[in-house]
């Protein structure tokens, strides 16, 4: 049974990433060669994604030479803005592990392995708002921006970024 666009949308974002199941992934593929618009919002959701992953891994020094056109925009984005923005996530998720990690009562002493698991939470769920923030600018479809939002409140409860996501929904 094919799926609708909802149900695609609901996972275009597991599947941008290689996260669904052969059979799953294999019905997104055939939804997404017949259907225009759910193929412009993956392609809008793997430009974000990749924008984003630059702006974490390289930095600010790598900001000046990104160009990513939007359709139907002016290509008049102040990167510097959107670098700030990743800067920020990635220092307030350290702080807030760090800060989380020296203030924890005594009783349970953390492991590593727990503290680089909410690291790791941090940084995906950071990663994510940020691609949905850019998504938002590229597409009109304010639901499936939500349902991204919520997505990061499900999956990453006690982050910085799913706070964020609460206040833009």
């Known amino acids: 049974m094919e799926k609708t666009c909802e149900e695609i949308r609901e996972i275009?974002?597991?599947?941008?990433?290689?996260?669904?199941?052969?059979?799953?992934?294999?019905?997104?593929?055939e939804h997404l060669g017949k259907c225009k618009n759910c193929r412009r919002i993956l392609d809008a959701l793997q430009r974000s994604l990749e924008l984003s992953e630059v702006v974490w891994e390289d930095g600010l020094a790598e900001i000046n030479k990104i160009r990513a056109p939007t359709p139907g925009k002016a290509p008049k984005i102040r990167w510097s803005r959107?670098?700030?923005?990743?800067?920020?996530?990635?220092?307030?998720?350290?702080?807030?592990?760090?800060?989380?990690?020296?203030?924890?009562?005594?009783?349970?002493?953390?492991?590593?392995?727990?503290i680089e698991r909410y690291v790791a939470d941090s940084a995906?769920?950071?990663?994510?708002?940020?691609?949905?923030d850019l998504l938002a600018k590229c597409t009109d479809d304010e639901a499936f921006v939500k349902q991204q939002y919520r997505h990061i409140i499900e999956v990453y409860p006690n982050t910085t970024a799913a706070a964020k996501a609460k206040s833009r929904i």
């Open 12 to 29: 275009l974002v597991d599947y941008a990433d290689g996260r669904l199941s052969q059979s799953d992934s294999n019905k997104v593929a």
């Open 82 to 114: 959107y670098a700030a923005v990743a800067a920020s996530i990635l220092l307030v998720a350290t702080a807030s592990v760090l800060w989380r990690a020296l203030t924890r009562p005594a009783k349970k002493e953390t492991s590593f392995a727990e």
């Open 124 to 132: 995906s769920a950071a990663r994510l708002l940020a691609a949905t």
